[in-house]
């Protein structure tokens, strides 16, 4: 029986060594994330990651087997100014691709929500794109509830013809309903 490889990684925080690596997985992140518009300046990554090493206010963590770091999750500790609820922003969430499938996300969003509770964070809020049907699957599985949807159009310049409106506008889903969850069959 062959050893699942998810099961030899070891989780630890953020090193000054591995900040070129992980600005690496951000430029993918960006990628997937931005597809029409990534920023993947590796310098820039490196001088936000050199910061987050020592910042006391996150958690920034990769995981590592043999050597090689295979996993980054970014944890940045919020406050709600008006109720003062402390809560967990994920910032970022990698896995590298020859470790997809093998149930390590899984893993790792674990450890972010232990995290969180040691921490003593409310709540573990992230974002992910429309298209990211693999994160959706991971906020989806650990019981992530959608809250918000983002919409952008790109506005054409004074003076040009703004384009038609959509003939028949898309239905809204139900309070409840969308990207993470399937509507309830009457019973």
């Known amino acids: 029986m062959v050893e699942n490889p998810a099961g030899q990684v070891v989780l630890r925080r953020l ?3 591995d900040v070129p690596t992980i600005a690496r997985f951000e430029c993918e992140i960006a990628e997937i994330s931005f597809p029409e518009d990534p920023v993947t300046d590796l310098a ?3 001088r936000k990651l050199t910061q987050a ?5 996150s958690e920034p963590m990769v995981g590592e087997t043999g050597g090689r770091i295979v996993a980054w999750a970014w944890i940045g500790a919020r406050e709600n100014f008006i109720t003062h609820e402390r809560y967990g922003e994920l910032r970022s ?3 590298a691709e020859d470790f997809r499938g093998t149930g390590y996300a899984l893993r790792l969003m674990r450890a972010c929500l232990d995290y969180c ?5 409310a709540r573990l809020m992230g974002r992910t794109h429309a298209a990211n049907e693999s994160m959706q699957a991971v906020y989806q599985t650990y019981g992530f509830e959608a809250k ?3 919409y952008e159009r790109k ?3 004074a003076g040009a013809r703004a384009a038609a409106p ?4 898309r239905p809204r889903p139900k309070p409840g309903v969308g990207l993470f969850r399937r509507a309830k069959k009457p019973r």
């Open 53 to 57: 090493v020592g910042d006391p206010k």
């Open 148 to 150: 918000h949807v983002t």
């Open 44 to 46: 820039f990554y490196e």
């Open 117 to 121: 509770a040691t921490a003593g964070l």
């Open 166 to 169: 959509v003939s028949a506008p």
């Open 93 to 95: 969430f990698y896995v």
């Open 155 to 157: 506005v054409e310049p």
């Open 15 to 17: 090193r000054a060594e």
